[in-house]
């Protein structure tokens, strides 16, 4: 494509299932996107659908790399392939509407927003469906975007987002196993000088019951590396000491913490010393944010994991390690 507004970037790892057709109704959207498609060294064919995709379609972009480096690496990659002025992100096994990339490009074009945060819902397993917090209605800076991201008034998900190009160069694409979107979201919100927040709903993400997130898989590393960046992007706006890092620290770091040092991934004597480093962040105040927060459930569960590690488990258990 000569000229294109919207690149749509779709990393892909074993994903052949539904590459093509998520490309092909990626070419059905209102208006003409470039799509680029990162096969992460996948296992199945999902190299020979993306190379089949690109020499069909012209506005198909197909990167392949040689080794499975992970997801926020595809995303790199993507995103120097990519040529638009502004980038969203999507997941192959995902849902879209059909005017999607329209109603993003002129929400940011109509603002001149560098970001632009529409409304999105998860998809549970068992159908029942839940909206993604996100920014209302208007415009903010991107300090205040990115406070709202700490209190979890805006989601660090990239799939329900729009960015404009000139945000990348800014910011660093975390190598962690799980949640490199968050790190991305905050460091692109901190970098934006306008975040416009839209009603439209224009994506549903589907919770998968296999997920890395949802199973027991070591995340220790992976929390500590998005935390870091979230911890540095906070202290970029000065917020490095406030209420929004520790309702943050509480409920995003913590407690998921937690969960990971305690989910049967880790020896006894690995678990018992991730616990003994998430007890040391457990400051007071950072315990204490989440009852100003009017989160009992939250206060409750950190109160004990702080105090008692029968009392957690027992909690945990009884609420089916759900949070």
């Not at 096969?39 to 080794?67: M, N, Q």
């Not at 096994?93 to 993003?104: C, I, P």
């Not at 996100?134 to 415009?139: A, N, Q």
């Amino acid at each position: 494509m000569t000229s294109v507004d919207v690149s749509v970037v779709i990393p892909a790892y074993n994903a052949a299932e539904f590459l093509g057709d998520a490309v092909e109704r990626l070419l059905r959207q209102t208006i003409a996107v470039e799509i680029v498609v990162v096969d992460d060294g996948s296992r199945d064919s999902t190299a020979r659908v993306g190379a089949a995709l690109a020499e069909r379609h012209p506005s198909v972009v197909f990167v392949p790399l040689a080794e499975n480096g992970g997801v926020a690496a595809a995303r790199e990659a993507g995103v120097a392939a990519s040529s638009g002025r502004f980038i969203w992100f999507v997941d192959a096994d995902d849902e879209w509407t059909t005017d999607a990339a329209e109603t993003l490009l002129a929400a940011a074009d109509g603002f001149a927003a560098d970001v632009v945060c529409a409304g999105a819902e998860y998809l549970s397993v068992d159908g029942s469906r839940r909206p993604v917090p996100s920014l209302p209605p208007g415009t903010v800076d991107g300090a205040t975007a990115f406070r709202a991201m700490l209190l979890g008034r805006v989601s660090g998900h990239l799939w329900n987002k729009l960015f404009a190009r000139r945000l990348f160069p800014a910011i660093t694409f975390t190598r962690s196993r799980v949640h490199s979107d968050q790190a991305m979201v905050a460091q692109l919100l901190v970098a934006a000088e306008t975040v416009a927040g839209i009603r439209d709903t224009v994506y549903t993400y589907r919770l998968r019951s296999g997920s890395i997130i949802r199973s027991n898989t070591q995340r220790a590393q992976s929390l500590e590396q998005v935390g870091a960046v979230v911890r540095d992007c906070a202290r970029r706006v000065g917020a490095g000491d406030g209420r929004e890092l520790e309702y943050y620290t509480a409920r995003f770091s913590l407690l998921s913490r937690m969960k990971d040092a305690t989910s049967g991934a880790y020896t006894e004597q690995e678990s018992r010393a991730l616990v003994r480093t998430a007890r040391g962040e457990m400051t007071p105040a950072v315990v204490l944010s989440l009852a100003r927060a009017r989160e009992p459930q939250r206060f409750a569960l950190l109160v004990a994991a702080r105090t008692s590690m029968p009392l957690y488990r027992r909690i945990m258990s009884s609420r089916g390690a759900r949070e």
